[in-house]
T-cell receptor, first 115, second 117 residues
Framework: DGGITQSPKYLFRKEGQNVTLSCEQN?????MYWYRQDPGQGLRLIYY???????QKGDIAEGYSVSREKKESFPLTVTSAQKNPTAFYLC??????????????FGPGTRLLVL | AQKITQTQPGMFVQEKEAVTLDCTYD???????LFWYKQPSSGEMIFLIY??????QNATEGRYSLNFQKARKSANLVISASQLGDSAMYFC??????????????FGKGITLSVRP
């Protein structure tokens, strides 16, 4: 089955520690995205990538880093510079089309907690 | 100003009845897309329905339909024949042409829907 997988489901971070969240898709989608969701809030874009080896900052990129070495993978690193990392992180992907009904599909999410 | 506004408090609906979830948006672009997603307690965002700004007809997908009123800048989701499994958070989102094709969605804060048996 095609889809988007995220791991781990829960992640615990200690103070000053960098942690990496995994996102893999086998949908042959070109674009991938990382969102952050805080309780009672909508999603905010952290980073996105439309092609391999290229990515763009979203609205809240500070304290995060990404890489896109393969089309299928878009890992997100939460660095120690991110002072309030506790949140639910969602990865999404979409097929690149001309302007039209391009839709983002989401993975199951990773919940990050700070110890 | 918020680009996507969802102001309804928690919504309740009786099983098998219809419910409307409100969404208003703000954009100066002529070309844009509007999306609705469902987020159950498991957390995954599930795509429900899409409406393009140039679409002449309201979008429909099974029990979901979108009441698109362009002049009022509203894109309300209508769920017919509610089921217990419809209990979830519902998010309205917009993609503006000016933000570049295939780039970011702007999400509202969501509405909680509870279906009563």
């Amino acid at each position: 089955d095609g889809g988007i997988t995220q791991s781990p489901k829960y992640l615990f971070r200690k103070e000053g520690q960098n942690v990496t969240l995994s996102c893999e898709q086998n949908l042959n989608h070109d674009a991938m995205y990382w969102y952050r969701q805080d309780p009672g809030q909508g999603l905010r874009l952290i980073y996105y990538s439309q092609i391999v080896n290229d990515f763009q900052k979203g609205d809240i990129a500070e304290g995060y880093s990404v890489s896109r070495e393969k089309k299928e993978s878009f890992p997100l690193t939460v660095t120690s510079a991110q002072k309030n990392p506790t949140a639910f992180y969602l990865c999404a992907s979409s097929k690149l089309l001309a302007w039209g009904r391009e839709t983002q599909y989401f993975g199951p999410g990773t919940r990050l907690l700070v110890l | 100003a918020q680009k996507i506004t969802q102001t309804q408090p928690g919504m309740f609906v009786q099983e098998k009845e219809a419910v409307t979830l409100d969404c208003t948006y703000d954009t100066s672009d002529q070309s844009y897309g509007l999306f609705w997603y469902k987020q159950p307690s498991s957390g995954e965002m599930i795509f429900l329905i899409y409406q393009g700004s140039y679409d002449e007809q309201n979008a429909t997908e099974g029990r979901y339909s979108l009441n698109f009123q362009k002049a009022r800048k509203s894109a309300n989701l209508v769920i017919s024949a509610s089921q217990l499994g419809d209990s979830a958070m519902y998010f309205c989102a917009m993609r503006e042409e000016g933000s570049g094709a295939n780039s970011k969605l702007t999400f509202g804060k969501g509405i909680t829907l509870s279906v009563r048996p």
